[in-house]
T-cell receptor, first 113, second 112 residues
């Protein structure tokens, strides 16, 4: 069974640009979560999608947005990039109920110059 | 915001020794999960323990949960150099599957 896949592995942008990160969940999983892991800040929840709908978002500004496609893959978009957006962005997918584990991809390392 | 705290923040042991990491959390939970992260990579799921469970085993891993104290522990027995990684606990608040809230992690170094 293929795991969660994320692309690209690395992304280098400059301030003010826009970034798009992609995630393919494990087959059969309908829920996709995005987390940010920035140095010194730990793992912070960004967005949760399920069945194509945004279910919840963390304490991040609106320039962080995303969507989930009919095949349950997902995109995270970050507009007007700032230096502090440099981080590892992790996608996770989950099947079944909330008592099932979330399975993570290897992440996209976003670097803002 | 972090739900809980892992303790210790860093742990260095020799191969063959046991490693114990603790996690405390603040609010009621539906489940608690432990993850491992090798440097700069994604998280690997280790164990999920439900709020009505007290102990769970998986290979060399043993997890306990004390909901009255809002705490959990992860024991790795007979550690190997390959166990060197950061370990995080994460709490799931409800059955609906809202986001996990992670602690800051314990960095484990196992030397041969």
């Amino acid at each position: 069974e293929a795991g969660v896949t994320q692309s690209p592995t690395h992304l280098i942008k400059t301030r003010g640009q826009q970034a798009t990160l992609r995630c393919s969940p494990i087959s059969g999983h309908t829920s996709v979560y995005w987390y940010q892991q920035a140095l010194g800040l730990g793992l912070q929840f960004l967005l949760w999608y399920d069945e194509g709908e945004e279910r919840n978002r963390g304490n991040f500004p609106p320039r962080f947005s995303g969507r989930q496609f009919p095949n349950y893959s997902s995109e995270l978009n970050v507009n007007a990039l700032e230096l502090e957006d440099s981080a590892l962005y992790l996608c996770a997918s989950r099947g079944g109920t909330g008592n099932q584990p979330q399975h993570f991809g290897d992440g996209t390392r976003l670097s803002i110059l | 915001s972090q739900q809980g705290e892992e303790d210790p923040q860093a742990l260095s042991i020799q191969e063959g020794e046991n490693a114990t990491m603790n996690c405390s959390y603040k609010t009621s939970i539906n489940n608690l999960q432990w993850y491992r992260q090798n440097s700069g990579r994604g998280l690997v799921h280790l164990i999920l323990i439900r709020s009505n469970e007290r102990e769970k085993h998986s290979g060399r891993l043993r997890v306990t949960l004390d909901t009255s104290k809002k705490s959990s522990s992860l024991l790795i027995t007979a550690s190997r150099a390959a166990d060197t990684a950061s370990y995080f606990c994460a709490t799931g608040r409800n059955q609906a599957g809202t986001a996990l809230i992670f602690g800051k992690g314990t960095t484990l170094s196992v030397s041969s």
